[in-house]
Every structure is written in structure tokens, then in C-alpha cells.
């Protein structure tokens, strides 16, 4: 007999989602003076860069930029 659920995803495909990060991530930018520059997604896929690429507070950027955007992103590091 076939299941019409859905098979669970792995929790890797999940996107990350808090109640308020995105308002959140953007303020917290806006304190260290961040702009982020977003028009949309030209594709369903691609590759986003964060720049500058010089300290550890690169991941913490990364992340409340893809926080501000709204956007399901997965990290290869």
C-alpha cells in the first residue's frame, strides 16, 4: 500500500527560521555598519559571497546577512 506522506528531510535541507531574525539580523547590521545589497535570486541556485574575507567574524556576517535576506542557505566550508 503506498504512504502518501511526505519522507522527512534530512536536517541539513531545513532552513534555519527564528520568529524576528530577520528584523533582528538587520538591525544588529545596521549597529556594525553592514549594508547588505540584495535584489533577489537571479537563479534557483548560486553562490553567495560575503565580503570582506579576513577575520572570524566572517561566519557571524555570513550568517545575519542570510538571517536579513530571509533565504534558505547551506554552509560548505
Given at each position: 500500500m503506498p504512504c502518501a506522506a511526505e519522507a522527512p528531510r534530512a536536517i541539513s535541507e531545513?532552513?534555519?527560521?527564528?520568529a524576528g531574525g530577520s528584523a533582528l539580523a538587520r538591525a544588529l547590521l545596521r549597529l556594525a555598519r553592514w549594508r547588505v545589497a540584495f535584489d533577489g535570486l537571479p537563479a534557483r541556485q548560486g553562490v553567495v559571497i560575503v565580503y570582506p574575507h579576513t577575520s572570524n567574524w566572517d561566519f557571524v556576517v555570513g550568517v545575519l546577512a542570510k538571517w536579513s535576506i530571509g533565504i534558505p542557505?547551506?554552509?560548505w566550508g
Open positions: 531545513r532552513p534555519v527560521r527564528l542557505v547551506h554552509f
